[in-house]
C-alpha cells in the first residue's frame, strides 16, 4: 500500500511536468533555451551525458556496406565523430563485437563480416584503435559497446568462419528464433566472453565498457531456448529455471565489472536495457505500464537490481515511447517510465541516463506522436525536472545524420546552446 501511494504520487508529478509541456508548447523548450537551459544537470558544472550509439550489426550505421576500402571506413567513421562533434554530444557508444565477433585484432573471435563482407578477413586496418584515438582527439568520450551472447543473425554454424569458437564447441551454442546465442547458463561460456570483451579494454583506452538490451534472447513464440543441459548441470540450487537464469546474467555483470576496474580502473560499465523492468500488475515495484516485454521476466535481467545494489556505473533504459497523457500507456509512456526510473537510482552510485528513440522521428509507420520535430525535445523538458537523469542517449548514428524532421536539430537548439562534459 505504501509503494501504491508512492506511484500516485509519481504519476502525479509526471501529469504535472506533462501538463506543463502541452499547455507550454514549444515555448518550454524554446524558453529553456534563451535562457541557456534551466534543466539540474544543466547546472552541474556543464557536465551531462550526451551520447549517440554508432551500431555496426548489419551495417546498421556505419559502415555504410561491407567491402568499402580502408580509406573509405576511415571516412565514414571520422564523418560520424565530427557530426556528434557539430551537434555538441560528447559521447560514441561504438558497436566493437556485434556478432560474438570482433572490430580490432582479437585474438579469440574473427574480424567482423560487417567490414569486409567475410568474417575473419583482415581490413587492413584497426577500427576500435582509430575510433578511441580521434573520438579523444575531439574532445569524445569512447564507450566500446558489446553484445555478450548473441553468435549470429542467422542459424547456421556452417556459415561461420571455420576457426570460430562456436564451431569448435558447439555444446555452448543454441539455435533460437532463426539465430544463434551462446548459452549464458555455461560457466566456460561466461568465462570466455568476458576474456573476448575485455580483450579490447586491455588494449585500448576505451572510456566504458556498454552492454545492450540482450542477455537471454527476447521471446519468440511457439519456441524453446534449450539449456536443459545446463540446468540439470548447475541449476539445483535454484527454486526455478528462472532464478537460475537471472543468476546467470547477475554473475555476467558483477564479474565483468569486477574485471573492468582491475584492468582499466578508469572505465565505466553501463548497460541500455529494454526500458521497462517489470509492469505494476505484475510486481508492486514494477512501472505503471503494460508492456508485453518485462526484462526481468523474459530476459531474465533484474536491471533494477543492478542499479540498487550499485554494481554499475550507469544505466541508460530504453525509453523508446512517447510522452502521451498517463491515461495512455499504449502499452509504455515516457512520462511514466522516466520517474519511475529516476526513484529507482536515486541515492544511489549508479547514474541514470535515459535512451531516445531517434529513429522513430519522422518515421511514418511511427505514430501520430512521432511526427512532430519537437517530441524529443519535449523528452529532455520532462527528464530535465528529474535531477536523477544525468543526460540522454540517441539512437542512431545514422538517424543523427538524416535527421528527416529536424527532431535532433531541435534538441540541439533547444537543449545544447553549450557543449558539456559526461559526468565523472
Excluded at 495512455?328 to 541514470?352: C, D, F, I, M, S
Aim: proline share 7%; net charge neutral.
Amino acid at each position: 500500500m505504501l509503494h501504491r501511494k508512492s506511484r500516485m504520487s509519481r504519476r502525479a508529478f509526471a501529469a504535472t511536468a506533462l501538463s506543463a509541456l502541452v499547455a507550454g508548447g514549444g515555448a518550454v523548450a524554446a524558453g529553456a533555451a534563451m535562457a541557456g537551459g534551466s534543466d539540474p544537470d544543466r547546472r552541474r558544472a556543464g557536465r551531462e551525458m550526451r551520447g549517440v550509439w554508432l551500431a555496426t550489426v548489419v551495417n546498421r550505421d556505419w559502415p555504410s556496406k561491407p567491402g568499402l576500402t580502408a580509406a573509405e571506413q576511415r571516412a565514414e567513421l571520422i564523418a560520424h565523430l565530427d557530426r556528434a562533434v557539430k551537434n555538441r554530444l560528447n559521447t560514441v557508444i561504438f558497436q566493437v563485437r556485434p556478432t560474438a565477433d570482433a572490430l580490432w585484432d582479437s585474438p579469440y573471435e574473427p574480424w567482423s563480416q560487417y567490414l569486409t563482407g567475410t568474417q575473419g578477413q583482415d581490413p587492413g586496418w584497426d577500427p576500435l584503435g582509430t575510433a578511441v584515438e580521434e573520438a579523444h582527439a575531439r574532445g569524445l568520450e569512447l564507450h566500446a559497446w558489446f553484445n555478450p551472447y548473441r553468435i549470429a543473425t542467422h542459424a547456421d554454424p556452417k556459415k561461420l568462419v571455420a576457426s570460430h569458437p562456436a564451431r569448435k564447441h558447439p555444446d555452448w551454442a543454441v539455435t533460437y528464433g532463426g539465430k544463434l546465442y551462446y548459452n549464458p547458463g555455461l560457466p566456460e561460456v561466461r568465462a570466455f566472453v568476458q576474456d573476448a570483451m575485455l580483450d579490447a579494454v586491455q588494449k585500448y583506452p576505451v572510456d566504458a565498457v556498454h552492454f545492450d538490451d540482450y542477455f537471454y534472447p527476447y521471446p519468440v513464440a511457439g519456441e524453446t531456448f534449450d539449456d536443459d543441459a545446463a540446468y540439470d548441470a548447475y541449476g539445483g540450487g535454484f527454486a526455478d529455471r528462472a532464478a537460475w537464469r537471472r543468476d546467470n546474467i547477475d554473475k555476467l555483470v558483477r564479474e565483468t565489472a569486477a574485471r573492468i576496474k582491475k584492468i582499466r580502473p578508469a572505465a565505466q560499465f553501463g548497460i541500455s536495457p529494454f526500458g521497462v523492468w517489470r509492469n505494476a500488475a505484475t510486481d508492486s515495484l514494477g512501472s505503471d505500464t503494460q508492456a508485453g516485454v518485462q526484462t526481468y521476466d523474459d530476459l531474465h535481467a533484474d536491471t533494477r537490481k543492478w542499479v540498487r545494489e550499485g554494481w554499475i556505473d550507469y544505466l541508460c533504459p530504453q525509453l523508446y515511447w512517447s510522452a502521451q497523457p498517463l491515461d495512455q500507456q499504449v502499452p509504455a509512456n515516457y512520462a511514466v517510465l522516466v520517474p519511475w526510473w529516476a526513484e529507482v537510482a536515486r541515492g544511489g552510485r549508479t547514474k541514470l541516463y535515459v535512451g531516445e528513440a531517434l529513429y522513430k522521428a519522422g518515421d511514418p509507420a511511427q505514430p501520430k506522436a512521432w511526427q512532430d520535430p519537437a517530441e524529443l525535445s519535449r523528452h529532455l523538458t520532462l527528464a530535465g525536472k528529474h535531477p536523477e537523469v544525468r543526460g540522454h542517449m540517441y539512437f542512431a548514428a545514422k538517424d543523427v545524420a538524416t535527421d528527416p524532421i529536424g527532431a535532433m536539430a531541435r534538441v540541439v537548439a533547444d537543449h545544447y546552446q553549450q557543449p558539456a562534459k559526461p559526468p565523472r
